[in-house]
């Protein structure tokens, strides 16, 4: 697979998990059709002394909003990281 393919943006929904090291944010299909495809991200911030983040808050988004802030995330320099919640 080509470093190009491999960035381009999946057809079948994913779930996907971002972190800038203190805070988190998770992507997940909540509605996928054809004509309406909706993802909903929860955002989390990581406590030193806790296992799992806080959980911040949870709105829906179109799928073009969530590849691009998706996009705008990873230009600002979060990475992918495991699931952590």
């Known amino acids: 697979m080509t470093p190009e393919a ?3 943006v999946p057809l ?4 996907g998990w971002l ?3 203190r805070q988190v944010l998770h992507f997940r299909p909540s509605r996928w ?24 808050t949870r709105r829906q988004v179109s799928r073009e909003e969530a590849i691009k802030l998706w996009e ?8 992918a990281c495991k699931p952590q919640w």
């Open 6 to 8: 491999s960035r381009r």
């Open 12 to 15: 079948a929904p994913k779930e």
């Open 19 to 21: 972190s800038d090291g």
């Open 33 to 56: 059709e054809r004509d309406y495809q909706r993802l909903e991200i929860t955002s989390g911030e990581l406590l030193p002394d806790q296992e799992i983040p806080l959980l911040k």
């Open 72 to 79: 705008e995330k990873l230009q600002a320099g979060w990475r």
